[in-house]
């Protein structure tokens, strides 16, 4: 998402519950699999553990959007900041949002 967006940084703000068509976001995700490792590593948003992973992952993300999109049309993608441990600790408080 960030790479989409052609963030300056990484700014969890601006990507958190940010919307994108899925073609976007499966071009970023085009974008970093063509990259060399050094290329990746420069972008500005990019943390340095994720430089050899981040391709992994949005090839995984490309073809769940490419299914995703096949089933329900061209929906948007929604980025979440928030993880499954997130919503572990928040239904272990007894939270329910």
Request: hydrophobic share 50%.
């Amino acid at each position: 998402t960030a790479h989409a967006l052609g963030l300056p940084e990484y700014l969890a703000d601006r990507i958190h519950l940010t919307a994108l068509p899925g073609n976007e976001i499966r071009a970023a995700g085009g974008d970093l699999l063509t990259m060399t490792r050094a290329e990746r590593a420069a972008l500005p948003f990019m943390h340095p553990g994720r430089v050899d992973v981040i391709g992994g992952g949005a090839l995984v993300w490309a073809a769940i959007v490419e299914r995703v999109q096949a089933v329900a049309g061209d929906v948007p993608v929604v980025t979440s900041e928030h993880d499954i441990l997130d919503g572990i600790a928040l239904s272990a408080a007894g939270g329910s949002h």
